[in-house]
């Protein structure tokens, strides 16, 4: 996956550059709205992450010519000013998503996964397996070992979130909007109580655990490679 | 009316008042002596009749009346104004003293004793006709009496004249009165006015002493004094919220620098490496969560908040919050109800995050085992919702500042919670009033009970 940052300031740049990279993205930086637009209409990128604020060209002017230019390359802008009118704007010129700086990594890394997954449509699967736990996402059962474990309906769409983005740091802000529905931050530890319950069930009796926790990031469902 | 100073305004209805005044009491004084001196002429108009009358009645034929001339001359002479004719039945003038005047014709033969008047050129008269008649006499002589009345006339004329001409003068002294009045009964508004604006940022807990100002105007002062009040108090808490960001950006920003620096200072495990850097993060985002919050405020503060308007119904919004909630109710054996139904129009978001606020500082306050009800009920212009837990009773002091960013009510919980910087509630009340609704908190016996009330959505939106 191919992915530009348009960002002016050095330091944020590298460390989205370095973050993304680490995450296995290949990533191509630029340091203003010129650079970004012409990288923008020569080569095939996934996604465009561009800073709103940028000399020449800024963010909206390239994304405005990048859609007059016929490509519809998914698009994540970063901004500090959180205005209504920006967000707007934005969405208007058909930006994708935006974050508000300063915002967390694992936040972007979560956001520019699922830009990225919009695109392909793969067929939602009837059930998932990872390592001995199986999930039958009709029936909504999970079975671990050969063990049914019983789960109310919010801990199956937790696992079933974490399921789907396996590998994934998932942010506890991601988890809340998406299985509660709660779009801003609570300042309550919600959903660490929710993930050790979850944890309860799925991992507490097994030697093998599936979920863990990203100190300070938020959490993530994977099979141990090697142990 | 509208710009004209109160001065001016008082001098003016001041003139007017006496205006009004006058010519009423002009008017009244005119008809009275107009009055008066139709009853004097109509006294002189008889009295002279009855005199008229005893010398004819003297007399015995056409002849005698001639005769008699020297004392109807005496009798009627005497009045210079006095004009007197009698003519016999036929017409034929027997006396004239003391020089024709031309009496019109419907005059002549009105023989009843009621007064008449009309003018000629300049002149104006007023006379009374009667018939004499003596038994020795064939027929009956017919006296007319005529007094000229030119000169009350030209008396009223003149008077009306001095009347208008005293009126103006009057009117412009009562202004200039009215407005010498005013300026002296306005004489402590202006001193009021003059220490209001010598009051400024620094000079807010100044008020203005209410003794010396009269009656009417201690209301204004009280009020103005109340406002001060505000102000002042909004001053203090702007000073205290600049201070309290300092305070709450300081201490994690101290936490960072010092832990840093430490774990800097030598070589270390690569485990403590790790820590210090979770630990920062976990620093910076509390910063970068309370930046946003106070962001939040800012704009609320500054009226930037513009809520959506689309339907939320609150008891869905509650039953999606308890839903989330009940996760921690479970931890602590707290019970979540929910009663009631009403739907207001308003930013879902803002209102899933104002009582999300409540719940979370309920279930921060609420005892093990005990239970927090929250009911929405309509009444006909409000939507009401109440979130209501056991827990200690918050002293009256505190409920009203309970919203004030940073305001905790024991300062030494301040540092307990790293999660919780303080700005809940603000930013519920500041959501709540960029709704146009209203916050407050009672508290007694045990039970604190938080009630949002938003403005009931119009019927014409009603199929929103």
Known sequence: MRLLVAEDQAKTGTYLQQGLTEAGFNVDRVMNGTDALQHALSEAYDLLILDVMMPGLDGWDVLRMVRAAGKDVPVLFLTARDGVEDRVKGLELGADDYLVKPFAFSELLARVRTLLRRGNNSPTPISMRIADLEVDLLKRRAVRGGKRIDLTAKEFSLLELLLRRRGEVLPKSLIASQVWDMNFDSDTNVIEVAIRRLRAKIDDNFEMKLIHTARGMGYMLEAPESE | ?464
């Open chain 2, 1 to 464: 009316m509208k710009h004209l100073s109160l001065t001016t305004r008082m001098s003016l209805m001041f003139m007017f008042a006496v205006i009004a005044v006058l010519t009423v009491a002009g008017l009244s004084f005119n008809k009275l002596s107009q009055h008066h001196f139709k009853m004097i002429d109509r006294q002189t108009l008889v009295e002279k009749f009855e005199s008229t009358q005893e010398i004819l009645s003297s007399t015995h034929g056409r002849a005698d009346v001639t005769e008699m001339q020297p004392q109807l001359s005496a009798l009627l002479g005497a009045h210079e104004n006095l004009t007197a004719i009698i003519f016999a039945n036929d017409g034929t003038i027997l006396f004239s003293n003391p020089s024709p005047v031309k009496v019109p014709e419907k005059y002549r033969h009105n023989p009843d004793h009621g007064m008449w008047e009309w003018q000629e050129g300049r002149y104006m008269y007023r006379g009374m006709t009667a018939q004499i008649s003596s038994p020795d006499q064939p027929e009956p002589l017919t006296v007319l009496l005529i007094l000229d009345i030119t000169n009350h006339m030209h008396f009223f004329e003149t008077l009306q004249r001095w009347f208008w001409i005293g009126l103006v003068i009057s009117a412009l002294v009562s202004a200039a009165l009215g407005w010498v009045v005013a300026r002296g009964g306005l004489k402590p508004l202006r001193q009021v006015t003059q220490l209001a604006s010598s009051m400024s940022a620094r000079s807010l807990k100044e008020r203005i002493p209410l003794e010396p100002v009269p009656l009417e105007l201690q209301q204004l002062v009280s009020s103005f004094n109340a406002m001060l009040a505000r102000l002042d108090d909004a001053f203090l808490r702007l000073s205290n919220f600049s201070a309290d960001i300092a305070h709450e950006l300081r201490t994690p920003l101290s936490n960072l620098m010092t832990y840093t620096e430490v774990v800097l200072s030598k070589k270390r495990n690569t485990e403590i490496y790790v820590e210090n850097l979770y630990s920062n993060l976990e620093d910076l985002k509390r910063m970068s969560r309370m930046i946003d919050d106070m962001l939040f405020l800012a704009k609320s503060d500054n009226g930037l908040i513009f809520p959506e308007q689309s339907r939320v119904d609150l008891h869905e919004v509650v039953v999606k919050l308890f839903d989330y909630y009940h996760l921690l109710a479970d931890e602590r054996s707290i019970n979540l109800t929910v009663s009631g139904l009403g739907s207001i129009l308003g930013d879902k978001l803002m209102v899933d995050r104002a009582i999300s606020n409540l719940l979370s500082n309920a279930l921060r306050y609420t005892p093990v085992g005990k239970t927090i009800s929250v009911a929405i009920h309509q009444t006909s212009t409000a939507v009401v919702l109440t979130v209501e837990n056991p827990g200690e009773t918050i002293k009256s002091e505190h409920l009203d500042k309970l919203f004030d960013r940073f305001y905790r009510v024991d300062p030494a919980r301040r540092e307990g919670s790293p999660s919780n910087a303080g700005l809940g509630l603000a930013i519920t009340r500041s959501i709540i009033e960029a709704h146009k609704g209203k916050i407050w908190c009672t508290s007694a016996n045990g039970i604190t009970t938080f009630h949002m009330e938003f403005p009931r959505p119009g019927l014409s939106k009603e199929t929103e």
